[in-house]
Structures are given as structure tokens and as C-alpha cells.
């Protein structure tokens, strides 16, 4: 069975950083990419960060300079370090492998907290 499992999250001052992590099992990681959401209560998931399978990138405007994301395809484990976070990005944050092939090989995490707080 696919497993996503994300890590990482927590609480964190307003400017603080996190880095999550998500680890995939049972896919075939090198060929996916590799997506970051997230989700507040009411809201719909935004993308926030994703990396290809060629290491290509893309952020959403408001992370672009404050978050990287990153793959490792040995260790079959996407990160997603968050700099200078803001009170208004805590939210659950959810990994999602998308696959070439189609949506019904795509994967989601179970997610994981960020609250960023003082």
C-alpha cells in the first residue's frame, strides 16, 4: 500500500521556520512530482510548492523567496523548508504525489499542523 507521511510541522513564532518532510513508500518516487498544500478550515487546498521530476520548481507567489522545496530520490522524501512564516500560513499541510500517469495514481499525506503563532 502507498504511503505518504508527512513530518515536521508544529508551532512556531511569526518569522520562525519549519521544515517538513514527507516520505513516500510502495511508488516509484523518481518519476512523480512532488506537490506541498495546504488548507485552512472552509478553504479550498492551494498549492503552495511543487518540484518535477527533472527538479524544476514552482511557488506560489505569496512563499516565493521565504520557501524551498526539495527532493531527495534516494531517500524517496520531498522537504519543504519554510522561512519567515507568517501568522496567516498556519494551516494543514499535505503532500501529494502526482503522478504521469494519471490521477488514479495520484497520492496525498495525511497532512500535518502549522501554526504559527506568538
Known amino acids: 500500500q502507498v504511503q505518504l507521511v508527512e513530518s515536521g510541522g508544529g508551532l512556531v513564532q511569526p518569522g520562525g521556520s519549519l521544515r517538513l518532510s514527507c516520505a513516500a513508500s510502495?511508488?516509484?518516487?523518481?518519476?512523480?512530482?512532488m506537490n506541498w498544500y495546504r488548507q485552512t478550515p472552509g478553504n479550498q487546498r492551494e498549492l503552495v510548492a511543487a518540484v518535477t521530476s527533472g527538479d524544476s520548481t514552482y511557488y506560489t507567489d505569496s512563499v516565493k523567496g521565504r520557501f524551498t522545496i526539495s527532493r531527495d530520490n534516494a531517500k524517496n522524501t520531498v522537504y519543504l523548508q519554510m522561512n519567515s512564516l507568517k501568522p496567516e500560513e498556519t494551516a494543514v499541510y499535505y503532500c501529494?504525489?502526482?503522478?504521469?500517469?494519471?490521477?488514479?495514481?495520484?497520492?496525498w499525506g495525511q497532512g500535518t499542523q502549522v501554526t504559527v503563532s506568538s
Open positions: 510502495r511508488i516509484i518516487f523518481s518519476i512523480y512530482t
Open positions: 501529494n504525489a502526482n503522478s504521469p500517469f494519471g490521477k488514479e495514481y495520484d497520492y
